[in-house]
């Protein structure tokens, strides 16, 4: 919805782009880094660093802010307004149980993933996961299956033409590469991670779409590296996944 000039209240938009810049990798900024990330200048970022610290969103200890707690509540009411989470929660629940793997929903959020539903079995990541983390697209099972829904066009401008970061020694820095396992998502219905985004981990993930076949979201398991070729981690868990993927598309209407 367009707003016009007098409508807009630029103080709330600063105050929200200066949320944005915490991140996983990005949990503790002085006023300088929130700056730099927000765009703002310096005197701005502080005065909404203040803020939201007054406010209680987030603490100051002199010289690092970090985002407390109650700012969860900003996601926890979108993710309340929207019914996919509510729709697969037991889904995820009977995969993880059955299985003994942590499975997890996400929706893409321009370059990054956004979980919406999570059944956690063992920890598998050096990070915690829960509804609200993000991760990075280009690096995750369920961000190249979610790229790879995109238009093509659309995918590479996401990506950008500069190397992506490296999380691991095998992770997919050049957006060539990063594309072309995207053809091979389209192409094969999945997507698997192997250790780029955590030594230790992989992942499996299928997107969930409507019975008009738009994908709307995507499903993974998160499983321990044991040493087992790729081709048995797919035979082993992708119908399981195939199985969520239809019955979620029953409900997709």
Excluded: W
């Excluded at 598998?124 to 299956?145: E, K």
């Excluded at 238009?151 to 500069?162: C, H, I, N, Q, S």
């Excluded at 250790?195 to 019975?211: D, H, K, W, Y």
Aim: aromatic share 4%; glycine share 6%; net charge neutral.
């Amino acid at each position: 919805m367009a707003v016009i000039e007098r409508d807009f209240m630029s103080g709330l938009a600063k105050g929200l782009s200066v949320i944005e810049t915490f991140s996983l990798d990005h949990s503790r900024q002085s006023i300088s880094e929130v700056a730099a990330a927000s765009g703002l200048d310096r005197a701005t970022a502080r005065r909404c660093l203040l803020t939201l610290a007054h406010l209680g969103y987030a603490d100051y200890d002199g010289k690092f802010f970090t985002l407390t707690p109650r700012v969860l509540r900003l996601g926890t009411a979108c993710l309340a307004t929207m019914p996919l989470p509510q729709l697969v929660q037991p889904l995820l629940d009977q995969l993880s149980d059955a299985i003994g793997e942590s499975s997890s929903v996400s929706i893409l959020d321009g370059t990054e993933i956004v979980y919406v539903a999570r059944a956690a079995q063992r920890r598998v990541m050096t990070i915690t996961l829960m509804p609200g983390s993000r991760l990075p697209a280009y690096c995750t099972s369920m961000g190249r299956v979610l790229l790879a829904a995109l238009p093509e066009a659309e995918a590479r401008e996401r990506l950008g033409a500069a190397a992506l970061p490296r999380r691991t020694e095998y992770t997919l820095t050049e957006p060539a590469a990063v594309l072309a396992a995207l053809d091979r998502v389209r192409s094969d219905g999945y997507a698997v991670i192997d250790q780029e985004v955590e030594i230790g981990l992989r992942s499996i993930a299928v997107p969930l779409m409507t019975a008009r076949r738009v994908t709307v979201a995507a499903v993974n398991l998160g499983l321990p590296a044991r040493g087992e070729p790729v081709g048995a981690l797919v035979e082993r868990y992708l119908p399981a996944l195939q199985d969520v993927q239809n019955r979620m598309r029953e409900i997709l209407r």
